[in-house]
């Protein structure tokens, strides 16, 4: 019998988001404890914590849900960076602050909610950032995959010949921390976290959805074909003002086989309304609309599952 999953995105440690989530896909709590009528399986895509303010109440209650075999669960990029923000180390910008993610202002402020709940130094940290580890960075469930921000067959293979498991080990830690372009290893790991993504071609630029100017554009993965830079790209408010001409340079991009079992993923923090991407493919992080998908054994997937949260 196929295991019917739920599949839930990014939620940001906003507590009323997950409970409405869960209760609008037809979830019911008992003592604190999430479970669905007919043994559905909640699948969340990671990213639970910072942004909002109910950082323990929303990993208590995920934590809950997959330690009674009601949900599971992946790891996100905010996860990750948690990891290396609260793990002395070296960083990649070269700050020589003593942690391996730089706790500089602009990773201070974006990390603050959940530094207001879990304390650097503190004994709830240390065994919250323990759980972090526990969370895999995909999962394929035979029918269906779970990846945080990119399905790629290559750097999956790179990250299983090191662990079979898919889990990072804290000896992988410092190695991905430092963004060596040598590690396959820490690339792998990193696109599978935060997506592809190429250089945009001078002069050109666009601000995010929070006003940071970028030259460095995401790309969808999941798009075959030829490709320019507008058509690619992700995250981006007006992709109008990007150029018009072909994808060039370095990047190390390829795209999803449109064969392939169906992949979710969130990150993205997509803008306008909730939409299949592909037959086989999805992203549902949508901060200004929240949205789940109802996966009910179906190998191409159906706008009629995809679920908007009143």
């Known amino acids: 019998m196929t295991t019917h999953y739920d599949i839930i995105p990014d939620i940001h440690a906003d507590i009323d988001r997950l409970t409405q989530t869960l209760s609008t896909l037809g979830y019911v709590s008992d003592r604190e404890v999430w479970g669905h009528p ?106 269906l995959r779970l990846v945080h921000a990119c399905w790629d067959d290559v750097r999956i293979e790179t990250i299983l010949a090191r662990r079979p498991s898919g889990l990072l080990a804290q000896d992988d830690l410092q190695e991905v921390a430092l963004e060596d372009d040598a590690s396959c290893f820490a690339e792998a790991v990193l696109t599978t976290l935060k997506g592809p993504e190429a250089e945009l071609p001078t002069p050109y630029f666009f601000h995010d959805i929070k006003g940071h100017k970028r030259t460095g554009l995401r790309l969808k993965w999941w798009q075959s074909g030829a490709m320019t830079w507008r058509d690619a790209a992700l995250s981006v408010p007006d992709p109008a003002a990007l150029p018009g001409t072909p994808i060039e340079g370095e990047v190390s991009f390829r795209a999803y086989d449109a064969e392939a079992k169906p992949v979710f993923f969130g990150h993205y923090k997509r803008l306008g309304s909730p939409a299949i991407d592909a037959p086989n493919a999805v992203c549902l992080d949508y901060p200004r609309v929240t949205c789940a998908y109802k996966w009910a054994g179906e190998y191409r997937l159906d706008s009629k599952n995809l679920i908007l949260i009143d």
Do not use: C
């Open 38 to 143: 007919e043994g559905r399986i909640a699948a969340f895509l990671g990213d639970f914590i910072d942004m909002g303010r109910a950082n323990r109440a929303v990993l208590t209650l995920v934590r809950t849900m997959r330690d009674q075999g009601n949900a599971v669960a992946i790891m996100g990029n905010h996860e990750l960076n948690a990891l290396l923000y609260h793990q002395p180390g070296l960083n990649a910008d070269g700050t020589d602050d003593g942690y391996m993610r730089a706790h500089s202002d602009k990773n201070r402020a974006q990390h603050q909610t959940f530094l207001d709940e879990f304390p650097v130094g503190h004994a709830d940290t240390a065994e919250m950032l323990e759980w972090f580890l526990t969370l895999p960075l995909f999962l394929d469930l035979g029918g």
